[in-house]
């Protein structure tokens, strides 16, 4: 039985600048929960001038996980993108991508929205376990905040980056096992189309979404964690970490409550990135190898939560690896006072 795929290396890349947003701002969207408080900090945001310049953030993401991993684009034998959105109807980001980057290897593109990071990685999980590829890129990217109405507060959440891993045989967190639930009833966004008058299209929250969130978000995060430890003949009890995918405050709190643990144990990203949409988990991952002092060959549960399809669960044993965040001053970002 082939080994285990492990996350050989990973990279994340952000605008320069970053925004501060203060508490008050989130209050006003329809993710909010009164009653799960703020902790202290202000939450920082990172936004694009362009949303075309994701595409660099994308190319260097990329270039420096196949740089930690000690690799080549040559050594890339299968690449998947999950971005979030698509910048038009043909989807062609995918082969884009490998093509700025001289990769030779097969591409495809999957929208699974901010959940696309853990569905990526189970893909390419599978795909190193069927032995026809040795080393598969993982690309997610996120500039979804130039979809939004200009006027939706939702905005006050959302932040632009990108984020790579590379997953093969080797040193790093292997991939134990991974479990996916559907999302699909959620509907907690809504697709505006133009119109003759002003042919502007949106993605907008439409209200009560959040309401719905709050009531069924617990049901489908123990679903999902329990799901990923069944198959692996694992217990709740026996996960020493857990990531969340946080893109509010009241997240891991809520996580925390529903899988009836310490909060203590699961890591939160909110008040660094805010949502960071696919992109978040791989950042989160190589956050949790910096900050959370984790030891060789605990188990780690890695959850990507989209709102509009699918959720899935990533179990992990964990290992160092060669991992970083980083902003690119290859483009300017914006600063909103």
């Not at 996350?7 to 009653?35: C, M, W, Y």
């Not at 902790?39 to 949303?51: A, Q, V």
């Not at 939702?154 to 790579?164: E, F, M």
């Not at 144990?265 to 992109?279: D, N, Q």
Request: charged share 20%; net charge negative.
């Amino acid at each position: 039985m082939p080994q285990s795929p492990s996350i050989l290396s990973a990279a994340g890349v952000l605008p320069e600048k970053r925004i501060d947003i203060k508490h008050h701002d989130e209050t006003a969207t329809q993710l909010n929960a009164n009653f799960y408080q703020f902790e202290t900090g202000t939450p920082h945001l990172w936004h694009l001038n362009d949303k075309r310049d994701i595409d660099i953030l994308l190319e260097d993401s990329l270039r420096d996980a196949i740089e930690y991993a000690r690799l080549s684009v040559d050594d890339i034998d299968f690449l998947i993108l999950s971005q979030v959105w698509s910048d038009n109807i043909m989807g062609q980001e995918s082969g884009l991508l490998a093509n700025r980057m001289g990769l030779k290897c097969p591409s495809i593109g999957i929208n699974a929205g901010t959940g696309g990071g853990c569905m990526a990685m189970e893909i390419a999980g599978s795909l190193i376990l069927s032995e026809n590829y040795q080393r598969i890129a993982v690309v997610t990217g996120c500039n979804y905040t130039h979809f939004f109405h200009e006027n939706d507060p939702t905005k006050q959440l959302l932040s632009d980056g990108a984020a790579s891993m590379i997953i093969g045989q080797g040193n790093g967190p292997e991939i134990i096992a991974s479990y996916s639930v559907s999302t699909a009833g959620y509907r907690a966004l809504e697709y505006v189309d133009g119109t003759p008058d002003n042919n502007v299209s949106y993605i907008r929250t439409p209200s009560g979404s959040g309401d719905y969130i709050l009531s069924h978000m617990p049901e489908t995060i123990v679903d999902c964690c329990t799901g990923v430890c069944r198959s692996a003949d694992l217990q709740l009890s026996d996960i020493d970490a857990y990531y969340i995918y946080d893109p509010v405050h009241w997240m891991h709190k809520a996580a925390a409550k529903a899988l009836q643990i310490d909060s203590k144990k699961i890591f939160s990203t909110f008040s660094r990135y805010g949502s960071l949409g696919a992109a978040l988990n791989t950042v989160a991952l190589i956050d949790m190898a910096k900050h959370f002092r984790l030891r060789d060959g605990q188990i780690v549960i890695a959850m990507g939560f989209g709102v509009t399809a699918t959720a899935t669960a990533c179990l992990l044993r964990w290992h160092d690896f060669p991992c970083q965040v980083s902003h690119t001053d290859r483009m300017n970002g914006v600063q909103i006072q």
